[in-house]
């Protein structure tokens, strides 16, 4: 054969090999971003997303040397978890997009199909197997029940850990293939990476032992109880994953410890252990049915307390007959008993044992768990019909009307994420007794000013829990706003009679009650806040304020302070302390906090009013008016400002220049001649009725 015809036969084979595969990659790709593509237009939820990016200052300060190092230290009282490269990823999407959540949104796409992507190549060289590769891709890719995962900007932690987790596979494949320090040590960073995302890559060792079993055999090819019959072999096994054991277990207490103290661990007395176990039953089966007929989907699911009999028992029934199944097919087909094992393991964590806020269930614990199910179905349907005639055609068709299906769910669950009012009322739409979806879809509404709806949701809360503090507090909220500060004082009242710990309730009752008069109560409140929460920065806030009011500037310099330690980008306390300091005569000092306040909030319009006044006390008139112009610039509608800058014109005599300014100030709205008569700051051109002529003029 001639050179020629051996360079042709080899590239014949080299590109009939990475072609399928090609075209697997690239319509991964296409299919992954017709569904998601949609959420480049969504807005930030008010479920959790003000925590993560819309009310926190810490990631609008951007990618720092200050908020990296909060990332990996002060951020975990944030969320209770340590996850600083969650938070670098935010921070670097603050740097791209602003306050552009569509940006935040297409990173956690980004994320996602390269996650659909790593699926693939990871089970394409572990198996070799392209179809059965390319479908749990596929389904990874466009399931419904993995929308919330992507759709929800908070969840970018779920996302970026699934791609370290994926990553620590792919590179633990080749370390099997090839043992070597560095292809062990490259595993190990990469799951250690992803426990920096979130710490749900606990069970990532035992998914390791599963892969040793099956597909990298390294366990032999008998059924399961005949391997584990080999002690010695199992135990090498498991000696060597021994750094990933240590990581988990570090992680694991540390991680149970912060959400205990945080308080989001409900104890036993709340939610008994019989109900736990049987709730966790429920929860692998409902999973599993979602599965197959992803329908009414819902950001929360709230626990149901203790379920009748019949749904337990049929659950641990139906679990039973499955384990049996996969573990007495293990021989013939390997992997029925891994990805069996591998979604029972992974979903283990976030089961419902060990309760962590008010759900039951969450459709993101599966984004990890499902990819065991989806192995069994692949490889299982494959294997069934491996001597039917028409196989290929009859198992292309299935997979494609499977995937359409799913897709379209998909792409109608999207939409339910576009903003805080559609993925409230969707949830009411699924369970009309969510009591999360009633309080925040009232939020919403309160932010759309249509605050009678807001309290018909609060108060239908509290028809379903009447117990339900934060929808007391809420209540109080608006009633607050309303001015109805005697009810607001009542339902905050009735708040802490629930829960006497309740700080926030505690707060806001200090606030009504300051506007009461009633100041010594008030401090007393603010006191329990922080007695209660040493790091409720607001009530330090509020303290320096009463302080203030009081004329004690020491006292309320040092409330400040405290609060600007727990969050030195409050910029309200930064611009209170600097009025604080002003009055002390520190004026050097008031004026660092004043731009401080205006470093963190450009528009902070006190800060610019303080900044503006300070400099025209100091007598320097053209560092005023660049404050003064800075007011105009954000409230053009205010003849203060207007006024000001000719007071700093009269004051270095310049007449025309002032007068021009006061001619604005009229035409704005003032009309003050007898307050401009006696005012010192005009004191060099004032002359008989020209107020009055100017008031003609206008």
């Not at 759900?359 to 768990?369: E, N």
């Not at 506007?515 to 409720?536: C, N, P």
């Not at 004026?591 to 319009?605: D, N, S």
Request: proline share 4%.
């Amino acid at each position: 054969m001639g050179s020629a015809m051996i360079r042709k036969s080899v590239h014949h084979k080299v590109f009939s090999r990475v072609r399928p595969d090609y075209w697997v990659c690239l319509l991964l790709v296409v299919a992954t971003l017709s569904v998601y593509w949609p959420v480049k237009d969504f807005e930030f939820v008010n479920f959790d997303d003000p925590l993560y990016v819309a009310d926190n200052r810490y990631v609008q300060k951007g990618l720092t040397l200050e908020t990296v190092r909060w990332s990996f230290t002060d951020a975990t009282r944030k969320t209770n978890y340590w996850v600083p490269l969650t938070w670098l990823s935010i921070l670097l999407d603050y740097e791209l997009y602003g306050m552009n959540a569509g940006g935040y949104h297409l990173t956690n796409v980004f994320f996602h199909v390269l996650n659909t992507l790593l699926v693939f190549i990871v089970f394409r060289r572990l198996t070799g197997a392209l179809w059965q590769s390319a479908f749990v891709a596929a389904l990874f890719a466009l399931h419904p029940l993995h929308v919330e995962s992507v759709a929800w900007v908070t969840e970018r932690k779920d996302v970026l850990s699934t791609f370290f987790w994926l990553l620590t596979l792919l590179s633990y494949g080749g370390y099997v293939g090839r043992p070597g320090a560095g292809r062990y040590l490259l595993a190990l960073l990469l799951f250690i990476l992803g426990m920096m995302s979130k710490p749900m890559l606990v069970t990532l060792p035992f998914v390791l032992l599963l892969l040793d079993y099956w597909p990298l055999g390294r366990l032999g090819s008998g059924g399961v109880l005949a391997n584990l019959a080999r002690p010695a072999t199992v135990l090498k096994l498991i000696w060597e994953k021994g750094p990933f054991f240590i990581i988990i277990a570090i992680a694991g207490v540390a991680t149970f410890l912060t959400q205990q103290e945080a308080g989001a661990v409900k104890s036993l007395a709340a939610i008994p252990l019989e109900v736990r176990i049987t709730n966790v039953l429920v929860a692998y089966v409902s999973y599993i049915g979602k599965m197959f007929w992803p329908a009414r989907l819902s950001f929360l699911y709230p626990h149901p307390g203790a379920l009748p009999a019949w749904q337990w028992s049929g659950a641990l029934l139906i679990l039973g007959a499955i384990t049996y199944a996969a573990f007495r097919f293990a021989k013939e087909r390997l992997y029925l008993a891994v990805g069996w094992l591998w979604y029972l393991g992974t979903l283990f964590p976030v089961s419902g044992l060990i309760v962590i806020g008010p759900h039951a269930m969450a459709d993101r614990y599966t984004y990890v768990p499902l990819i065991g199910l989806y192995m069994m179905m692949a490889w299982g349907v494959a294997g069934a019909v491996a001597r039917w005639r028409y196989k290929t055609m009859g198992l292309a068709l299935t997979a494609a009307v499977t995937l359409a299906f799913f897709a379209g769910a998909a792409g109608k669950q999207v939409r339910y994420w576009q903003n805080s009012m559609t993925l409230m009322e969707h949830a009411l739409d699924v369970n009309a007794d969510n009591t999360a979806a009633h309080i925040n879809l009232g939020i919403a509404l309160g932010s759309k000013g249509r605050t009678a709806d807001a309290i018909r949701h609060y108060r239908e809360a509290l028809r379903i829990d009447p117990n339900y503090v934060d929808a007391y507090n809420n209540l109080g909220v608006v009633l607050d706003n309303q001015g109805k500060t005697a009810d607001a004082i009542r339902h905050y009242r009735e708040a802490l009679r629930i829960d006497p710990n309740y700080a926030k309730a505690h707060n806001n009752l200090g606030n009504a009650l300051l506007r009461e008069g009633k100041t010594e109560e008030a401090i007393m409140h603010y006191l329990k806040t922080v007695q209660i929460d040493s790091g409720y920065k607001a009530a330090y806030y509020n303290l320096g304020n009463v302080f203030f009011a009081q004329g004690n500037f020491d006292e309320a310099i040092n409330h400040y302070l405290v609060a600007l330690r727990i969050d030195p980008t409050y910029a309200e306390a930064h611009n209170n302390l600097g009025s604080a300091l002003a009055k002390e005569n520190r004026i050097d000092e008031a004026i660092v906090h004043y731009q401080k306040a205006l470093a963190i909030a450009p528009a902070y319009i006190d800060a610019v009013k303080n900044l503006a006044m300070v400099y025209a006390a100091l007598g320097k008139y053209d560092m005023a008016r660049d404050f003064f112009h800075k007011w105009i610039a954000i409230r053009p509608d205010q003849w203060q400002a207007y006024y000001s800058i000719a007071g700093t014109y009269a004051r270095q005599k310049k007449i025309d220049e002032s007068l021009r300014w006061l001619q604005k100030a009229v035409d704005m709205g003032f009309d003050g001649c007898n307050f401009l008569e006696k005012d010192e700051d005009f004191k060099n051109i004032r002359q008989p009725s020209y107020c009055q002529d100017l008031m003609k003029n206008h």
